[in-house]
């Protein structure tokens, strides 16, 4: 498959998407606030948004990632979640917040969820840039979701294909045709 900057669409500016994670910081840090908390993010795909939203969230917090992989590189997930390397903290009465790119069929985040509530943090929610609700195969409350969108493969600002387009500032459709 050729792979061009030409076949993306944009759909959300780096405007965009700098207004809505500030938004999302403010938010979180007013639900927390005298809190401390432990913010996961779920890489590779989540790290601008984790950088942006972390320096929007004024709170003390601890930063720790986790590598899950969903998808075999291309336009579908495998159905299969793997753990690449988790997290090197425990979170036992803590409150966690998970951060995501995009959830889709829902898969990777219901699994990261269980294995993390197995471990008794003190709370957990999650926070996604984006969210295709219409892809769902199974069901994950997610409490802070930055744009809900059509189902589109979208690229960009974290988010690849096949390993590429990850270091775009905006979002965008990819298109194959
Ligand atoms: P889920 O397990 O199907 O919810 O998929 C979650 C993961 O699939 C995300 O963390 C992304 O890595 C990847 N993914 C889902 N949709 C897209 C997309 O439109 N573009 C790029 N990656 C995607
Ligand atoms: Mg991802």
Redesign the pocket.
């Given at each position: 498959m050729v792979k061009s900057l030409s076949r993306i669409y944009p759909l959300l500016t780096e405007e965009q998407i700098q207004r809505r994670v500030k938004e999302l910081g403010a938010q979180i840090t007013a639900d927390y606030a005298g809190k401390e908390i432990v913010v996961i993010g779920?890489l590779n795909?989540?790290f601008p948004f984790f950088a942006d939203l972390a320096r929007a969230i004024h709170l003390d917090l601890d930063v720790n990632f986790m590598r899950?992989a969903?998808?075999g590189g291309g336009l579908e997930?495998t159905g299969e979640?793997k753990i690449i390397f988790d997290i090197d903290q425990s979170i036992r009465g803590r409150h966690t917040l998970v951060v995501?790119?995009?959830?889709?069929?829902?898969?990777?985040?219901h699994k990261v969820r269980n294995l993390l509530l197995d471990r008794d943090p003190a709370s957990l929610k999650i926070v996604t840039l984006?969210d295709?609700p219409g892809?769902r195969?199974v069901q994950v409350p997610v409490d802070y979701v930055g744009f809900a969108i059509e189902d589109?493969?979208?690229?960009g600002y974290g988010?690849?294909?096949e390993g590429r387009f990850r270091n775009l500032p905006y979002v965008g459709i990819?298109n194959p045709a």
């Open positions: 779920l795909g989540v899950v969903s998808y997930s979640v995501e790119d995009i959830v889709d069929t829902g898969l990777t985040l984006l295709k892809r195969r589109h493969f979208v690229v988010l690849d294909l990819y």
